[in-house]
């Protein structure tokens, strides 16, 4: 098993900035194969940012916005998000996977959620 725990979840001004948090531990505690997903409501869940294969990868909507990162060494990744837009509005969930695959095949483990609310 693995848990995942998001934080840095909160309210800012459209254009502001927040960094968040997410901690894994478990049996499978790499940061090789971890993202960033999105929901809100009355909307699917979206992919935001991830690494794959030592590589990250954005979502179009982030893109130039946002920065995935990760320290290994605290089995830890980051979403660094810049210019927030009302859209940007959601509950953000961690995710992560055995092995690296494409994030549109599945999700192993998903964290709680920490809610970002961007005000205009």
């Known amino acids: 098993q693995v848990q995942l725990v998001e934080s840095g979840g909160g309210l800012v001004q459209a254009g502001g900035s927040l960094r968040l948090s997410c901690a894994a531990s478990?049996?499978?505690?790499?940061?090789?194969?971890m993202a960033w997903f999105r929901q809100a409501p009355g909307k699917e869940r979206e992919f935001v940012a991830g690494f794959n294969w030592g590589r990250s990868s954005y979502a179009d909507s982030v893109k130039g916005r946002f920065t995935i990162s990760r320290d290994s060494a605290k089995n830890t990744i980051y979403l660094q998000m810049d210019s927030l837009k009302p859209d940007d509005t959601a509950v953000y969930y961690c995710?992560?996977?055995?092995?690296?695959?494409?994030?549109?095949?599945?999700?192993?483990?998903w964290g709680k959620g920490t809610l970002v609310t961007v005000s205009s």
């Open positions: 995710a992560a996977n055995r092995v690296p695959k494409s994030w549109s095949y599945a999700v192993d483990y």
């Open positions: 478990g049996r499978t505690d790499s940061t090789s194969a």
